[in-house]
Nanobody
Framework: QVQLVESGGGLVQAGGSLELSCAASGNIFSRNIMGWYRQAPGKQRELVATITSGGNANYADSVKGRFTVSRDNAKNMVYLQMNSLKPEDTAVYYC?????????WGQGTQVTVSS
């Protein structure tokens, strides 16, 4: 079983920055994809950014140029640096890990951007 624990959410003014972190533990295959999804009230969960264990990153169009996803394979950590935040970025952000044997989610961390 794999456990994911997020940290770093909070309240920030528009134009500000936040960094989210996610620690993965348990039986984790070395080849996997980690990333971030978000869900705003009344909306479906959507992809924000993912990164493979080889370092290939993928971003939603809405965050390209503002958010950066990174990972530390030795520590089983994934990060999301969020800059130039907008009110529409307000959501619960979920860490995700996909590997051969499963698809795992963290409990989520709230990010609120005030205008």
């Amino acid at each position: 079983q794999v456990q994911l624990v997020e940290s770093g959410g909070g309240l920030v003014q528009a134009g500000g920055s936040l960094e989210l972190s996610c620690a993965a533990s348990g039986n984790i295959f070395s080849r996997n994809i980690m990333g971030w999804y978000r869900q705003a009230p009344g909306k479906q969960r959507e992809l924000v950014a993912t990164i493979t264990s080889g370092g290939n990153a993928n971003y939603a169009d809405s965050v390209k140029g503002r958010f950066t996803v990174s990972r530390d394979n030795a520590k089983n950590m994934v990060y999301l640096q969020m800059n130039s935040l907008k009110p529409e970025d307000t959501a619960v952000y979920y860490c995700n890990l996909r590997e051969t044997l499963g698809n795992y989610w963290g409990q989520g961390t709230q990010v609120t951007v005030s205008s």
